[in-house]
């Protein structure tokens, strides 16, 4: 019968694996350089290269400068802005659910290699927890996909953004690249998936059964050679019952332990 933690390997590696894709998403959700635009005007841009995320718009200048970064303007916005395109707009609910179910998958996960590795006696619910977190991280997989590839679409066909004057930027730029975050994203869903499908795969071996039974009496090892003359009573009948078993059948990796047979045949 194989040990219970040996069949939880590759949900050790998933779990690993999940962990990463889930502090990738965390990352691509927070940053700003989901989309990069060039502009003309550099009066404002110093730069000539802004950068829009799914939370805020940024860009380096001379001129404006917002408290606490140094060189830097940015501007935030919200789900409750109308200028939002509904791209963002959905990336920015659907990241936020991607984190909290590829949380909740992995500490689901969790209760799964808990009870593989110190055979609780939840057996039968070990494949139940994988099976959830699993389902839970493949979600989270899917989320962030959905909300990369929208964006990721959209800055392939150079989509603009009608910002308020107050951002200071221009409605739509010369050229429009794909930024880190996006990339980051992309990485992080596949590492979901993969973890994913690694926890659906669990199986419990084969004939897997971590009741105890009792002995019965025909698999007890004294129950041939403790049988001899019923006219023996008392001390003889066990002084040699206990004589016959051990020069019958005490070894020791295989080897008859004479020296102790012996011993205990003086004492007898």
């Not at 830097?72 to 939002?84: A, E, G, L, N, R």
């Not at 959209?154 to 004057?165: G, M, Y």
């Amino acid at each position: 019968m194989p040990y219970l933690a040996h069949t939880a390997n590759l949900q050790i590696a998933g779990f690993a694996i999940s962990t990463v894709g889930w502090i990738l998403g965390s990352i691509s959700t927070g940053l700003v350089q989901w989309r990069v635009w060039h502009v003309a005007n550099t009066t404002l841009i110093t730069s000539g290269i802004a950068w829009i995320g799914i939370w805020r718009t940024c860009f380096f200048s001379h001129v404006l400068v917002s408290p606490n970064l140094e060189n830097m303007y940015c501007q935030h916005f919200s789900v409750k802005d109308s200028f939002v395109p509904q791209e963002i707009f959905v990336a920015q609910g659907l990241m936020l659910v991607a984190i909290i179910l590829g949380a909740a998958g992995n500490a689901v996960c969790v209760f799964g290699l808990k009870n593989a590795f110190q055979g609780a006696s939840h057996v039968p619910r070990i494949p139940h927890w994988f099976t959830t977190g699993g389902i839970l991280i493949l979600l989270s997989s899917i989320s962030i996909t959905i909300s990369v590839a929208w964006n990721l679409h959209s800055v392939v066909n150079n989509f603009s953004i009608t910002f308020p004057n107050t951002f200071e930027m221009p409605s739509s730029p010369e050229k429009q690249e794909v930024g880190a975050a996006i990339s980051v994203g992309l990485v992080s869903a596949i590492l979901l998936f993969t973890s994913g499908i690694f926890f659906l795969c669990y199986r419990l071996p084969g004939g897997f059964d971590n009741r105890v039974y009792p002995i019965s009496d025909k698999d007890s090892i004294f129950s041939d050679r403790t049988s001899i003359d019923s006219g023996l009573t008392g001390k003889s009948r066990s002084s040699i019952s206990l004589k016959h078993y051990l020069n019958g059948t005490i070894h020791c990796d295989g080897i008859r332990n004479e020296a102790f047979v012996w011993e205990l045949d003086d004492k007898l």
